[in-house]
């Protein structure tokens, strides 16, 4: 039987890897990874670090391949379900490739190893489209999932804050569904896959405060907090600006209500 590990590891630091994520690493026989294309080539090259840092037997072997194009201009409230259906269309892309990868990359016996960016269990499809491949009874496999530190925990770490306050409740949500309006049943808001800054069309409220973060753990990272008012122009243009020097930008942020006084 062939064994898969989907391994957390963290938001973009080497040292943030847990010992059970060190010991799974040196487990698998073979590591395969994804590429998002030239762009978001670091995104390789900070696994294969982490690989040379904590893998000590020397006989795995890495296989690439790369990630299917998404479609991601179709709003989320678009009643077509052409957003829907465009989600599905890129997971089943993708679990194609994951099948290829198990079925053709690992031999029976052998263990595959997935290396997951932040927490498995937190906006990531590797484990839904593990399901999509086993769904289809092609090839057989047993799976494990170490979690990760993620992004949310690395940002509020970096800040020193806490995600929630005494009593009260976080939620954590997306860029899309941000546009949409403020959560009403929640004071503290931590946003991800946020690609059109959505944090801006809230500057006018004098009651919400910003701790933002981009490539967390990194070389790169660069972070910022404030009243929302007066650090949203400035986070847009460090945003824009880092996205044009790298190509590609991951970043994420917590919105405080703060009663104005």
Not at 116 to 143: C, K, M, N, Q
Not at 176 to 202: I, N, S, W
Not at 236 to 256: C, F, N, Q
Request: hydrophobic share 40%; proline share 4%; aromatic share 6%.
């Amino acid at each position: 039987m062939r064994r898969i590990l989907v391994i957390g590891i963290g938001a973009g630091d080497p040292e943030q890897l847990t010992l059970q994520a060190v010991r799974a690493l040196n487990e698998a026989d073979a590591f395969f990874l994804v590429d998002k294309g030239r762009a978001k080539r670091d995104l390789i090259a900070l696994r294969e670090e982490i690989l040379r840092r904590h893998v000590t037997r020397a006989d795995y072997r890495v296989v690439e391949d790369r990630d299917p194009e998404r479609d991601r201009t179709t709003p989320t409230a678009d009643r077509s379900g052409a957003y829907t259906q465009g989600v599905d269309d890129w997971r089943q892309a993708r679990a194609d490739i994951y099948e290829r990868l198990i079925r053709d990359e690992l031999a029976d016996g052998e263990c595959g190893a997935f290396l997951v960016w932040g927490d498995p269990a937190l906006y990531d499809s590797t484990l839904a489209i593990l399901a999509d491949v086993l769904a289809r009874g092609t090839v057989a496999f047993e799976h494990e999932v170490i979690p990760g530190i993620s992004a949310v925990s690395a940002l509020a770490a970096r800040h020193r804050t806490g995600l929630n306050r005494v009593g009260g409740a976080v939620q954590v949500t997306t860029g899309r569904r941000l546009a949409a309006g403020l959560p009403k049943e929640a004071d503290d808001v931590v946003v991800m896959l946020d690609a059109h800054q959505t944090f801006r069309r809230y500057a006018d409220d004098p009651d919400l405060h910003i701790y933002w973060g981009a490539y967390l753990g990194t070389p790169d990272e660069l972070l910022d907090s404030g009243p929302l008012a007066q650090a949203a122009p400035r986070i847009a243009a460090r945003r824009e600006e880092a996205r044009a020097r790298k190509g590609w930008i991951m970043d994420t942020y917590l919105l405080r209500r703060t009663p104005h006084e």
